[in-house]
């Protein structure tokens, strides 16, 4: 049994962030209701997709039961009410003021469970000037800072090709919720957990992105951190790698056969390296360059370099670590076939998590009043 077994968890939320915080719990063991309206999650038909499954809806909803209500019916008012007295958490995504809209205030959910652990995932926050934009992943990491720390060849911002800031949102979530859970065993008291998709990318991003804009007083100035990683071309693709600590930069020496061209007496100490990077970086790179992926990927296990290969995204199905980890684990989602996805990534040792998620729930599924 998963640490959050007994826990239930009534998901009415949608897309990226606030279902895979809830999928999230689930993988822990939690008992999860994903709560649809009759036209279903929009994410259902993003991305690669069997029918009304995408890969997209299965990765963040696994292992979930699925009910469909109409909150906007006043019929299926007295079901939702069951559902809420049934739930220790509930998580909603939606735009501020909607739940208030259809009658559900946190207000009204609470009096129904002074016990219930809600969370409110926002774009910008419940209140304040951007409160009506809608905010989804490229607008957040326009507005964060992430997309100015994302520079192309012209030096212009740009995005990472990722839902990075949905899914710090969710991580932010699912432990804002579990640390819920907690002050409730202390407290017997329900509460409400605000998250917001700008706060979330903002304290993702800061410790090294905004390093030299932390100090409120002038400080010594560093380069951005982002000018200092680069992917490394070898004879037959890129491989990632640095050396900033001298013994890193040993073992880097070590893993590429000791090369004369890295072995003058600047390159000993990190301030030197640093003072030099106009010869270092060449240097470096015309060693990589004479190496195959294999080789370097080789040099870097035999002296515990820092380093590994590009995996492309095929690739990554193949790599023997992601292999020997289990870290993609297939799902039977029925008519759809099996799915990838990828395994619950923390390790408990006397409560693990989920090993074998089911299927992600199908639309349309009729109410249950005895449940």
């Known amino acids: 049994m998963g640490p959050l077994a007994g826990i239930r968890v009534l998901d009415l939320s949608q897309i990226v962030s606030g279902p895979m915080a809830a999928a999230w719990l689930a993988d822990q063991?939690?008992?999860?209701?994903?709560?649809?309206?009759?036209?279903?999650?929009?994410?259902?038909?993003?991305?690669?997709?069997k029918g009304l499954m995408s890969a997209i809806f299965?990765?963040?909803?696994?292992?979930?039961?699925?009910?469909?209500?109409?909150?906007?019916?006043?019929?299926?008012?007295?079901?939702?009410?069951?559902?809420?007295?049934?739930?220790?958490?509930?998580?909603?995504?939606?735009?501020?003021?909607?739940?208030?809209?259809?009658?559900?205030?946190?207000?009204?959910?609470?009096?129904?469970?002074?016990?219930?652990?809600?969370?409110?995932?926002?774009?910008?926050?419940?209140?304040?000037?951007?409160?009506?934009?809608?905010?989804?992943?490229?607008?957040?990491?326009?507005?964060?800072?992430?997309?100015?720390?994302?520079?192309?060849?012209?030096?212009?911002?740009?995005?990472?090709?990722?839902?990075v800031c949905d899914k710090v949102t969710a991580l932010t979530a699912a432990q804002?919720?579990?640390?819920?859970?907690?002050?409730?065993?202390?407290?017997?008291?329900?509460?409400?957990v605000d998250v917001s998709m700008l706060d979330s990318a903002i304290a993702f991003n800061w410790p090294e992105s905004m390093y030299n804009h932390a100090f409120v007083d002038p400080a010594d100035p560093f380069p951005e951190y982002g000018t200092l990683t680069r992917l490394w071309p070898a004879r037959?693709?890129?491989?990632?790698?640095?050396?900033?600590?001298?013994?890193?930069?040993?073992?880097?020496?070590?893993?590429?056969?000791?090369p004369e061209a890295l072995a003058r007496p600047e390159y000993e100490s990190m301030a030197g390296r640093f003072t030099n990077l106009a010869t270092l970086l060449p240097a470096m790179g015309a060693e990589v360059a004479k190496r195959t992926r294999a080789e370097l990927m080789q040099g870097f296990k035999a002296a515990g370099a820092v380093g590994c290969t590009v995996n492309s995204r095929t690739e990554l199905l193949d790599d023997p670590q992601v292999a020997h980890n289990g870290s993609i684990i297939t799902v039977?989602?029925?008519?759809?076939?099996?799915?990838?996805?990828?395994?619950?990534?923390?390790?408990?040792?006397?409560?693990?998590?989920?090993?074998?998620?089911?299927?992600?729930?199908?639309?349309?599924?009729?109410?249950?009043?005895q449940e």
């Open 176 to 192: 804002a919720i579990t640390a819920g859970l907690f002050a409730r065993e202390r407290t017997g008291e329900g509460q409400k």
């Open 236 to 258: 037959d693709g890129l491989v990632s790698m640095a050396a900033i600590q001298d013994s890193e930069f040993q073992a880097m020496r070590e893993a590429l056969g000791y």
């Open 29 to 49: 063991g939690a008992e999860c209701i994903k709560l649809e309206s009759p036209a279903g999650d929009p994410v259902r038909s993003v991305g690669a997709r």
């Open 332 to 369: 039977d989602q029925g008519d759809a076939g099996l799915v990838r996805v990828a395994r619950h990534p923390a390790r408990f040792s006397k409560t693990p998590a989920t090993a074998s998620p089911g299927p992600a729930p199908e639309l349309g599924t009729a109410l249950h009043p």
């Open 58 to 163: 299965i990765s963040v909803n696994r292992g979930k039961r699925g009910e469909t209500l109409d909150l906007k019916d006043p019929a299926h008012h007295d079901r939702f009410e069951a559902l809420v007295r049934w739930a220790d958490v509930l998580v909603e995504n939606f735009r501020p003021g909607t739940m208030e809209k259809l009658g559900f205030p946190y207000e009204r959910c609470a009096a129904l469970n002074p016990r219930l652990i809600w969370c409110s995932i926002t774009g910008f926050g419940q209140d304040g000037p951007y409160t009506n934009i809608r905010a989804y992943d490229p607008v957040v990491q326009a507005a964060s800072g992430i997309a100015a720390c994302q520079l192309d060849n012209q030096g212009n911002p740009s995005l990472v090709q990722s839902l």
